[in-house]
């Protein structure tokens, strides 16, 4: 995956966390929650791909179909399971932050140590892949081999997250239409915040001022600088020997 170029020498990099679910290519990701052990519950598993099959197993429902949201959302799932919901907003918020390298050309000794962001973008097409995949049940084709993150084309062709405002219009429909609508979008929207508070953990974390300082000091020792300050020392110690003799003399 390569890096975009950002403005006044800026290199924007994808960043994965360690610690975190690793990258799958095939098969399904299952990750043990620390929670569920700590609680007392015993180990609790959770395949972040279960949206991923119950949506093919839907075979109708596909971006770009003829299926109105409407219809779609007769079959949504309303409500997403707690430990399910942290462990799809970890897999994401890992892979929604940016390494920030500052080129400082011949300015400063050493290398600058790097700073980290939020994408964006990348964001809003993981939050509406997780709604359409895991709310849904829409199948469609994972960017970069994540069934969670939506292509661009796929986002501006579910219209972008105004396909909200289309579930929100739900609640004018019958009861049980309006209170899926009302459940579905509470939901939906305390899971955005969860991967917001994620998100800005890991950046808080990442750029820590005390951690990037001590990187900068540790670049900053390098052979070359320690063979000037070693030149330097040995200067001194001439100019020193040589006002001891003028003095005694």
Not at 116 to 123: A, L, S
Request: charged share 30%; proline share 3%; net charge negative.
């Amino acid at each position: 995956m390569q890096g975009a170029s950002g403005k006044d020498g800026f290199l924007l990099l994808p960043v994965f966390l360690p610690g975190y679910g690793k990258e799958q290519t095939g098969g399904a990701v299952e990750g043990l929650s620390a929670a569920g052990k700590a609680d007392g519950g015993g180990e609790v598993k959770h395949n972040i791909h279960e949206g991923s099959e119950r949506s093919r197993s839907m075979g109708k429902n596909k971006v770009g179909g003829s299926m109105t949201v409407k219809e779609a959302f007769q079959d949504a799932r309303s409500v997403l399971p707690l430990m399910q919901k942290a462990e799809i907003v970890a897999h994401c918020a890992e892979r929604c932050i940016d390494r920030v390298v500052v080129n400082t050309g011949e300015k400063f000794r050493g290398d600058t140590p790097p700073m980290y962001r939020e994408n964006g973008q990348r964001k809003r097409r993981y939050l509406l892949g997780v709604l359409v995949r895991g709310y849904l049940a829409i199948d469609f084709d994972g960017c970069e081999g994540d069934p969670w993150l939506m292509s661009a084309d796929d986002y501006d062709r579910m219209g972008g997250l105004t396909l909200l405002n289309r579930i929100d219009r739900m609640k004018k429909e019958g009861d049980m239409l309006r209170d899926k609508a009302f459940d579905l979008l509470a939901d939906f929207r305390d899971l955005e915040k969860m991967l917001n508070t994620e998100i800005y953990a890991n950046l808080a974390v990442m750029n820590d001022v005390v951690a990037r300082m001590n990187m900068a000091m540790q670049s900053a020792v390098t052979p070359e600088s320690l063979q000037e300050l070693t030149a330097m020392a040995e200067e001194l110690k001439k100019t020193a020997d040589d006002m001891q003799n003028a003095t005694e003399k």
